[in-house]
């Protein structure tokens, strides 16, 4: 990578980190458009606790995962709620940031391409210089018109 390319890199690792860690915490608490599609047909109180009627949601189990250290947008163990979502939004982006970083690593280009033979392996190699369209030889230019 040239260096030019770090600089617009690093500037969006900055803001994606101040997006997760900071504005993340402004999210809306309420729930988003599969969660009250879900609650259609239900009555629920004012902490979104099902109280009756009958809905997908009554249905719902916690997946295998709820008890993991970054469940819940939640980093387990920190007590205060706005510390805890943004940690777990900033370990979040430098997992992502880390994993994509190393999948390009991997699958970059590590040198100049090798020839294409339509020949199968030890078959001699019958590669050809390419030429003009018109099939002359490319002659040397003068300089002069």
């Known amino acids: 990578m040239s260096k030019r390319h770090w600089p617009f890199l690093l500037g969006g690792l900055l803001v994606a980190l101040l997006l997760a860690g900071v504005v993340s915490n402004y999210a ?7 969660d009250s599609s879900l609650l259609k ?3 629920v109180n004012a902490d979104d606790e099902i109280t009756g ?3 997908p949601a009554q249905q719902a189990k916690d997946h295998e ?3 993991s250290p970054l469940a819940d947008y939640g980093v387990r163990g920190i007590g205060n709620d706005f510390l805890s ?3 777990s939004g900033v370990l979040g982006v430098l997992l992502t940031f880390a994993l994509g970083g190393g999948l390009f690593w991997l699958a970059r ?3 100049p391409a090798t020839p294409v033979t339509s020949a199968g392996p030890g078959a001699p190699d019958t590669t050809t210089a390419t030429t003009d369209p018109a099939g ?3 002659t ?3 300089g002069t018109r």
């Open 136 to 138: 002359d030889a490319a």
């Open 65 to 67: 995962l709820a008890g």
């Open 109 to 111: 280009r590590r040198g």
């Open 28 to 34: 809306s608490s309420h729930p988003d458009g599969l």
């Open 85 to 87: 979502t943004g940690l």
């Open 140 to 142: 040397p230019s003068t």
């Open 41 to 43: 047909g239900c009555t």
């Open 53 to 55: 009627g009958s809905c």
